[in-house]
């Protein structure tokens, strides 16, 4: 508790010099030994181990003068830390309703009681606060808001709150959710359209495009397929691992494969090594495999990567029977590490999975789950 005798110092040094200017009045006089006499009982009792009674006093000293907010806003976040939520609560509703509080002041407060209540699970009470912030125009309670609308699946209130006031929404991540939203709800409702809505927002999102893409191939519209897929590959080329075996079969389904290696060539420089692969397998078919060799050989100079190099390994299998048992072996090891490494990775976190998330378990964040890349990713 030490840490909380130095935060309080300073709080009744200054609440002794404020009284002690207008000690001519006897109302300062009054308040001034009323505080002090808080303060004196709170650090008896820090200074006795009676933490608990100790932060009660505290809290009284808040309730008969509010004028340090950064103090006081310092004390409930380390009553937050400490997981003692119905102080933090006290002190973030006694510091709301003082008429000190300047709009900046206010607007903070209101967004930590939001915070903690959502720690308490109050979440009702939580966006009471959260929407009369947005309502107000302040951009920092956006980011608590979506996450608690994806964590209470109210899609529905996060776009009708987007649609309300989509001039707030100016950084991606905030607007990537809401596109998400969109496709939840559609999914929800068994709706396209809805999800369609999600194309035109200001940022470009990964999901609107992947599954307008999925649905048109699950109900054999292989042109609408192609439609979504080539837009969705084109601009996030590093999403392709998730849907190009897909991509490729909607082409060969239409006697379209020329175009699907066309596109492969028009993706070379920009794709991962699972673009490369697909293209030396397009040499395969045309019967071109020493070009495919030294074509992957070459990138994978440059660019070395472990499945690059397990294709490699297949390839001269292929070439030479003297040695392919030997080879084969090898890339059943390689192969075997591969299974080992995780397909995904989350792009703000770090956090990995063997399966795709369009939210992240971890940090929370909408498309920030990727095909992982490197010398083991794709």
């Known amino acids: ?54 932060l009660e006093h505290l809290i009284n000293l808040l309730e008969v003068a509010a004028d340090s907010v950064e103090h006081y806003s310092t004390l409930a976040t380390m009553f937050r830390r400490r997981g003692e ?16 509080l300047d709009e900046q002041q206010a607007a903070t407060s209101r967004l930590e009681l939001a915070e903690d209540y959502i720690m308490a699970g109050l979440l009702d009470g939580a966006e009471e606060h959260l929407v ?24 529905e209130k996060g776009i009708n709150m987007y649609e309300a006031h989509n001039e707030l929404f100016t950084k991606p991540q905030h ?8 496709c939840e709800a559609a999914l929800q409702d068994n709706d396209t359209q809805i999800m369609r809505k999600a194309i035109s927002l200001n940022y470009k999102a990964i999901r609107p495009l992947y599954e307008l893409g999925h649905s048109a191939f699950t109900k054999e519209d292989y042109v609408k397929a192609i439609y979504y897929w080539r837009e969705l590959i ?37 794709g991962g090594v699972l673009i490369k692969i697909k293209h ?16 992957l050989t070459d990138s994978l100079k440059r660019h070395p990567t472990i499945r690059g190099f397990s294709f490699l390994l297949q390839l ?16 059943k090891l390689v192969t075997s590490y591969i299974a080992t490494k995780p397909d995904f990775q989350c792009q703000h976190c770090g956090f990995t999975s063997h399966t795709i998330y369009w939210v992240c378990p971890s940090c929370k964040h909408w498309e920030t789950i990727v095909p992982s890349r490197g010398i083991d990713g794709f």
């Open 175 to 182: 607007v990537k959710a809401i596109a998400n939203f969109y």
């Open 234 to 270: 084109s601009q996030f080329t590093f999403f392709a691992p998730v849907f190009i075996e897909e991509l490729a079969l909607s082409y060969q389904k239409l006697n379209l494969t020329h175009q699907f290696y066309e596109l492969l060539n028009e993706l070379l420089d920009k």
């Open 1 to 54: 508790m030490i840490e909380l005798l130095f935060l309080l110092l300073p709080v009744a040094a200054g609440y002794g010099w404020i009284m002690g200017k207008n000690s001519a009045k006897n109302q300062a006089h009054q308040l001034n030994r009323q505080i002090t006499s808080e303060y004196s009982k709170g650090l008896k009792f820090l200074l006795d181990r009676e933490e608990d009674q100790g």
């Open 280 to 295: 030396c397998q397009a040499l395969l078919e045309q019967g071109h495999i020493e070009q495919a060799i030294k074509f």
């Open 132 to 155: 009369w912030l947005v309502k107000a125009g302040y951009k920092e309670a956006l980011e608590p808001i979506i996450n608690l609308y994806s964590q209470t699946r109210e899609w």
């Open 316 to 331: 001269l299998a292929k070439q030479n029977n003297d040695i392919k048992d030997v080879l084969d072996q090898i890339d």
């Open 85 to 100: 939520l119905d102080r933090a609560i006290k002190i973030h509703e006694l510091l709301l309703k003082h008429p000190s």
